[in-house]
């Protein structure tokens, strides 16, 4: 089971980006992955984080203060990251 498009809406609390977008909270709106990310696998939402499974890769953002994210750093990304070091 997969999505077609590289494009997910989400809502909810955007504290720490878990949302994967800047800009208005609270409101549902769109996050655009790369166009290259080709299907969507699985999303997976924590309280403050989000990761997706998709075919070029696992993408992540939000809170990363415990390396959640699954990055080099314990820096927070409000914008979707592609993890390098994990392969789909």
Known sequence: MGWQS???ISFGRN???ALGRRGPTH????????PTCGRVRRVVA????????ADAGVYAWG???????GLDSEV???E???NPQVAA
């Open 6 to 8: 590289c494009q997910l």
């Open 15 to 17: 504290e720490f980006g």
């Open 27 to 34: 409101q549902p709106a769109a996050v655009e992955l790369p």
């Open 46 to 53: 924590g309280d403050e984080h989000t990761l997706v499974e």
């Open 63 to 69: 809170l990363n203060s415990h390396g959640q994210l």
């Open 76 to 78: 927070n990304d409000l």
């Open 80 to 82: 979707y990251v592609r």
